[in-house]
């Protein structure tokens, strides 16, 4: 069974960091791009960063330079770092692959992507 598990989140303070991590398991996540998304309370899920699968990176405009998406194909795993953290981050953060195998085309569309995890909380509160 192709399924993702995010871990990593947390209760941060406002400024504070954090590591996400996606864990591919029932396949080898290597020849796809990978995303990751967010949903806030009350809001749609969006799209916060895409690494495909020759590692070009793809970040919404309002985490660019706080955020880094990396991926592990040996670990079978992708990561991503969150830095600078602000209230407005808080979200539960999902991953999953691309129906376009490697490619972050239109990447910012959940419905491109497939096999989500069931999420990892991030609260970013003083």
């Known amino acids: 069974q192709l399924q993702f598990v995010e871990s990593g989140g947390g209760l941060v303070q406002p400024g504070g960091s954090l590591r996400l991590s996606c864990a591919a398991s029932?396949?080898?996540?290597?020849?796809?791009?990978i995303g990751w998304f967010r949903q806030a309370p009350g809001k749609e899920r969006e799209g916060v960063s895409c690494i495909s699968s020759s590692t070009t990176s793809y970040y919404a405009d309002s985490v660019k330079g706080r955020i880094t998406i990396s991926r592990d194909n040996a670990k079978n795993t992708v990561s991503l770092q969150m830095n600078s953290l602000k209230p407005e981050d808080t979200a539960v953060y999902y991953c999953g692959k691309t129906r376009y195998g490697g490619s972050c085309v239109r990447w910012k569309e959940d419905n491109v992507f497939n096999s989500w995890g069931q999420g990892t909380q991030v609260t970013v509160s003083s």
């Open positions: 029932g396949f080898s996540l290597g020849y796809y791009a």
